[in-house]
């Protein structure tokens, strides 16, 4: 069963899982918070299930699917190399929403996460998407809306790693050259790693570029821990990420999931989750349902599938449809979604 992935208290934060200052208490390694941060759709959450090896984090190839703030540790011993030892780490990956300017309490929240977590962050690790032609060029980067973001990072202390994602989009290393030396050339970053979340390629060299460059100390978390986030909210999410896959560009935005239920039967093995899906209008929740309830099945049946590997059992996913009126443009409605 999966109850070591977070703390017992499904509200608790990062400071409520830390280990007590008398365990290991001589063993120093490097460890510390690392934020994952760049526009939507960057790659970012990508990246963190690529590190952790787990399909921790919804993915979809819809911009935002990210609205939460999560965390991944990541505990590895980085090889030697060159004049740097062999060094254990311990680095907690902080995935953050994609930076996008706009009305909205929603929108406003996720900013606020990632702005949040920028200022927070031990090491920043920006993500550029070398699939945008935009963002192949540093000029017209900066004109975007990460020009907050930015100004974040280089007002704070903390080292800043740029990695730039999907490189295999790139046509060949001539012309990813030019691409590396104009954004070294920019000072935003400490180093700059070409890599691809996806494949996994380059993606050892960014974790020893963020990991040499955390403060050493304690490990902040158990060793066998993954993360801060309950079962419930994981579960939550990977039903949305469902939702990203199988509706419309626009509707999965006016959509959120509240796990109402969530039932560990220890004489079966198995978990039973009831969930809600939240809609603005009437008109959305039939879109949601399906013609025979055809969509809403294919939902279930596709998360059900996700979260039984995630959490190593079989589980069985009740939905239901609501309707909550424009609750993503009013910062009350955000709040009884949970975003808070």
Known sequence: MPGDMSPSDPNADAASATLDPADDANEQVRTGFCAILGLPNAGKSTLLNQVLNLRLVAVSPKPQTTRNRILGVHGVTLPERGDNPEQPVQIIFVDTPGIQQGPGALRRYMRDQALGAAGDADVALLMIDLADPAQRDPARFEDRDIAALLATLRAGKAPVVLALNKVDTVRSKDALLPILEAYGAT???????????????????????????LPMGPRLFPEDMVTDRAERFLAAELIREQLFHQLGQELPYATAVIVESFEERAGRGDVVIGAVIYVERDSQKGIVVGKGGRRIKAVGQHAREAISQLLGCPAHVKLFVKVASNWSRVERGIREMGYE
């Open 187 to 213: 000072g935003i970053a400490d180093e700059v790693v070409p890599m691809s979340a996806k494949t996994g390629d380059g993606v050892g060299r960014l974790v020893d570029a963020v990991g040499r460059r």
